[in-house]
């Protein structure tokens, strides 16, 4: 009767842990990071003294619940989302770069200068038309300022991002550090185990976010992680992890470094949210070269066309534009504080406008405004070019995570089944308990 009661028994735990495993399962349809549990069961081994080598017969136990896993269905999604997110947060950049172009519409008060200057030529005594002159050109001086400014703050906003990423970084380390201690600690099979392996899954999601991450498992689960691929410096080994850091040398040229212990390697990360930053501070730093190019050009194209005429007392004229720390800190000179200083001609009377057709033919020549207009053009292509990237790389990273939901997902028909079979496993150990109590009982009326 003892061994018909340990048989009940053992089977009400067993499948009471079963039936709580599914509940689990289906309380957790659609959870972002839950992977799917099942239950192993196996017979129960002999005790010390059994007539019965092979176990069968002793009842039933649980050896451990395991999780449902797809190792390369999790390397593939992981890859993919590096991707993309190197992708969009570059386009994130590009977008930044077009607005600080186009935002103080640089290139139409270029032209409206050189359009003043047509105007003046026309009638080069008209004070009118000088003040006009003067006005556009500190109307120019203004708008390529006010880019400068803007590709400033751009900056400034990758500096914040790097920063915030490499701590993020290295507060993921941290945590993952936390999770492969828990995992050392947990018993393997246990429901605490496969919970931490969830979050461990979790970190690995988010670092993928922000760089390409390689990782390695050990038997019991606990990750290794280096950074910019199995090639890349380490970043977690087991309860050590290293801290993130970002850094713009003198030259403004950014990077990223991760330190371990007293050893600091460069991480030259291939996606994710840190390859995006270097991308988009690459990209503003070659804009803003040409930029700063086109904005010293002008000046002295400007500022030498005035040196060679006359003003309109036909003294010597003098530099209209001056710049402050940057190329594009332009504003009209202090000196220059009337329209009559506009160097018109050379000497042939208030009529005589050749100076101002020598600078229509620098501008010509120079091109200042086909410039301005080919870097928002190419910036504007450069951008509608990672957004079609970034759609195929969608496509892709939602193909991967489809693939890792159907295998290790759950699905509500299998698990209805499963909650059945254990159901019925469960009365029916219940019912072999009653059975035994029922004979025992009858036993001891017997007289």
């Known amino acids: 009767m003892s061994d018909l009661l340990s048989i009940g028994a053992s089977g009400v735990r067993a499948y009471q842990t079963a039936l709580a495993t599914v509940g689990e ?13 099942s239950v192993n069961l196996a017979e129960a081994v002999g005790g010390s003294g059994s007539v019965n080598q092979y176990g069968a017969g002793n009842g039933v136990v649980m050896t451990g619940i395991t999780r449902s896993s797809d190792v390369y269905s999790s390397v593939a999604l992981r890859s993919a989302t590096s991707d993309l997110s190197r992708t969009t947060k570059g386009a994130d950049w590009l977008d930044r770069i077009q607005g600080a172009l186009t935002g103080n519409a640089l290139t139409t008060r270029v032209t ?21 002159m003067l006005s556009a050109a500190a109307s120019a001086g203004i708008a390529f300022t006010a880019t400068g400014k803007a590709f400033d703050q751009v900056d400034a ?25 828990g995992i050392s600690r947990a018993l393997p099979g246990s429901t605490a185990a496969v919970q931490l392996m969830d979050q461990r899954d979790n970190i690995l999601s988010q670092m993928s976010e922000l760089a390409d991450v390689s990782t390695k498992m050990d038997a019991l689960g606990r990750a290794t992680v280096s950074l910019a691929g199995s090639s890349g410096p380490p970043f977690v080994q087991g309860i050590n992890s290293g801290m993130v850091s970002y850094n713009r040398d003198t030259n403004g040229k950014i ?18 949210a840190l390859a995006g930053i270097s991308d988009g501070a690459e990209r503003v730093a070659a804009v803003r ?19 060679a005429g006359k003003d309109q007392s036909g003294a010597t004229g003098i530099a209209m534009l001056t710049t402050g720390t940057n190329p594009t800190d332009i504003s009209v000179s202090t000196q220059f504080t009337s329209g009559s200083q506009i160097a018109t001609g050379k000497g042939g009377g208030v009529r005589d406008a050749s100076n101002l057709a020598d600078l229509e033919a620098t501008r010509v020549s120079k091109g200042y405004e086909a410039s301005l207009t080919t870097l928002v053009t190419g910036n504007a292509t450069a951008y509608k070019q990672k957004n079609t990237i970034a759609d195929a790389q969608s496509a892709i990273r939602d193909g991967a995570a489809t693939a890792l939901s159907t295998a290790t997902g759950v699905n509500l028909d299998s698990e209805a089944v499963d909650l059945m079979r254990f159901q ?24």
């Open 25 to 37: 399962n289906i309380a957790n349809v659609g959870s972002t990071g839950y992977t799917r549990r």
């Open 112 to 132: 409206s200068f050189f359009a003043s200057a047509q105007s003046l030529a026309a009638e080069p005594n008209s004070t009118a038309l000088r003040g006009g």
């Open 157 to 181: 906003d990758i500096d914040t991002a790097g920063n915030q990423a490499a701590q993020t970084l290295t507060s993921l380390g941290e945590s993952m550090t936390r999770i492969n201690e």
């Open 255 to 272: 990077s990223f470094s991760v330190t371990v212990g007293a050893v600091v390697n460069r991480i030259d990360a291939n996606g994710g």
């Open 289 to 307: 070269q040409e930029l700063d190019a086109v904005a010293s050009g002008f000046v002295k194209a400007v500022n030498d066309n005035q040196l």
């Open 424 to 447: 019925q496993a469960y009365a029916a150990s219940g019912r072999v308990i009653q059975i035994a109590r029922e004979t025992m009982q009858t036993i001891l009326d017997i007289r």
